[in-house]
């Protein structure tokens, strides 16, 4: 939230804007479900308490996270945490999940009782509520980094193949655009990326920055392409560029 919006008391708007993406914890995979909108208007002075759900499952071995079967318990007890945070008049921040333990947060006006949290098969939450009128957890444990938010950036067009029957593990031409406030910095990028393998042209957009359109043949399967859309956009901005994501077409052949 910007300062004059602080001084002058109001809170940023929040709307609601669920993603998903992994992280690590103490060097094992963890995966947040985090509401982007809470995350963007963090803190909210009206929610100054914390509501924590903690709960542990048996896991799919190595990797710690929840076994297929247990994934539908852990739906059923975000649900009853939501409905309770709810009747309190709160609201539901999001979720984390690694080496077999799991923890929910949600915030609380300063008075507000929540009502016991209901019984979830397979589970046995513990429930905390803590002042924390700053949202710290929020903003040093669920707030996404670069790297996390490049994949939900990446996740976004992943989903809109999906849903046209795309095959993400067959090689296209996938682009890639980026905007340069002048050319010298435009063409250090554009060499860059050609040594990489891209096919890349700089052209005079229509506001007077400078477009940078770059082309190479890959699939676009998450992980990998997880790593190639960050190369490129570290490129980018690494010459001072603002990167505009990436897009190609669906794929459905042989």
Known sequence: MGWLRRLLGREQAWVERWAVYPGEVGGRLAMYNIDLGAVEAAPVARFPQRYDVEFAYTGDGASGMPAADE???????????????????????????S?????????????????????????????????????TRVREELTPD???????????????????????????????????????????????????GFAVTVERGDEGDFVLQAIRRDSVEPPAVHEVTWKVRGIVEGHDGIYDGWGCMVQTGA
Do not use: K
């Open 99 to 135: 080496d077999r333990a799991g923890r929910i947060t949600g915030y609380l006006p300063a008075e507000a009782t929540p009502p016991p949290l209901p019984q979830v098969d397979g589970l046995a939450p513990t429930v905390a509520v803590a002042s924390d009128p700053g949202w």
């Open 71 to 97: 994934l539908s318990s852990i739906h059923a007890l975000d649900a009853a945490v939501r409905q309770v945070l709810r009747s309190a008049g709160g609201a539901l921040v999001g979720r984390r999940l």
């Open 146 to 196: 670069a790297w996390q938010r490049n994949i939900m950036d990446d996740n976004q067009v992943v989903q809109e193949l999906e849903a046209h029957g795309d095959r993400l593990n067959l090689p296209r031409a996938v682009e890639f655009l980026a905007y340069f406030p002048d050319p010298d910095r435009a063409e250090a990028s554009a060499q860059d990326l050609r040594g990489d």
